[in-house]
């Protein structure tokens, strides 16, 4: 391993461990403070900072780094490759989502009228700033020095990890013994490999973003 590749590993290492560190802070002290303040401040500001924390730090890095930012997050790639993909992807966890509602709920209720924020920070935000960072940054710079399925592991504990502080804020409401946990976090890692997979084959992040939406939106319009 030359110097160049330490020093890449050690500055992606580095990225990763401050984000995590932000992120955490930011769901369980920061957030809950805002809350306290008002709902609308918080709805207002939540994004906002999502936004910053999540994406600037990748621009930066792209832009020092003299990377086409678009091209290399895989934003403007293959339009018709991306549409088929996103189409199959959607069409999969659409319907994963409403099999696995009536089999372990046995309630086919569904209700789409989400709110405004539901939509902007649930789906529209979460979709798009998650994937970017995960599968179009994260995946293809720790592939740079693993083997893609093994960067696509990787990605997939950080993907569960990075779900961890909201869990800790809201245990309560998420699940109630340890086989719903175990159900819950066995799907984010499967859902994370798949996107990984996805954003293979398809060579684009565009189905990736597209299924993360559609998971999220049937996650809140399924009622059981």
Sequence with gaps: MNFVETSNRYSLLKHIVFFYMIWALSEVVLFPILRMKGVI?????????????????????LKAGRYPVLTYLKLNSGKWPAMLWSILGVSFIAGYNIFMHVLFYGNRMFLPWLTFTQWLNAVFIAGVVEEILFRGYFLQK?????????????????????????????????????????????????????????????????????????NNFMA?????
């Design 41 to 61: 401040f918080s709805d207002t500001f939540g994004p906002i900072w999502k936004i910053t924390v999540w994406l600037f730090p990748v621009v930066a890095i």
């Design 142 to 214: 720790i592939a740079e020095h693993f083997s893609f399925w093994q960067a696509n592991l990787l990605v997939g504990v950080l993907f569960v990890g990075i779900h961890f502080p909201i869990w800790y804020v809201n245990a309560d409401k998420i699940a109630n013994n340890a086989a719903a946990w175990s159900q819950l976090i066995a799907f984010i890692f499967g859902f994370s490999l798949l996107q990984g997979w996805l954003f293979r084959k398809s060579g684009s992040i565009w189905p990736c973003i597209m299924m993360h939406m559609t």
């Design 220 to 224: 809140l319009a399924l009622v059981g």
